[in-house]
Every structure is written in C-alpha cells, then in structure tokens.
C-alpha cells in the first residue's frame, strides 16, 4: 500500500481497512463515536475529516498514523 497523498487516497485506505475488519460504516461510526452518514461522506470524497476526525477513525480500527521523511536517507530527528 502506498502513501496517501490526498484526502481521497486517504479515505480509500479508510474504506479498505473496514472492509478488511468485516465493519459496517454504522459499526466504524459507533467505535469512533461519529454518525454513519460521517463515514460515507468521507469514504465517497464528499467531506475531508479533521485530524481529531481521522485519529478517531485509526483508533477505531486499531491503526497507527505514522510520520516519516519522505527521503528515508534522513533521520525523523535531521528536520526537526
């Protein structure tokens, strides 16, 4: 799987691990404490989640939002 570069990739990435856990968008929606009609708007490109919005989504689906450099050359710490 590759990086998301866009809210559209990232709500694809969304999509598939739902589906991969067997949950329906009412389901996802409970655990992450959002209404259905939330999860299809992002999934389908109609609105872009906030960030808080889309932690609640990874928790939920028991993932981790990692941020690394671009060039893997460089060390996390070398930008800061």
């Given at each position: 799987?590759?990086?998301?570069?866009?809210a559209n990739?990232?709500?694809?990435?969304?999509?598939?691990?739902?589906?991969?856990?067997?949950?329906?968008?009412?389901e996802l929606?409970?655990?992450?404490?959002?209404?259905?009609?939330?999860?299809?708007?992002?999934?389908?490109?109609?609105?872009?989640?906030?960030?808080?919005?889309?932690?609640?989504?990874?928790?939920?689906?028991?993932?981790?939002?990692?941020?690394?450099?671009?060039?893997?050359?460089a060390a996390?710490?070398?930008?800061?």
């Amino acid at each position: 799987m590759t990086a998301p570069r866009s809210a559209n990739d990232l709500a694809q990435i969304l999509r598939q691990a739902r589906r991969a856990q067997r949950l329906t968008q009412a389901e996802l929606a409970g655990r992450a404490g959002l209404q259905a009609h939330h999860i299809s708007n992002i999934e389908n490109g109609v609105t872009n989640p906030t960030v808080t919005t889309v932690l609640a989504l990874l928790a939920a689906l028991n993932l981790d939002w990692q941020i690394v450099p671009r060039d893997r050359g460089a060390a996390i710490e070398d930008i800061f």
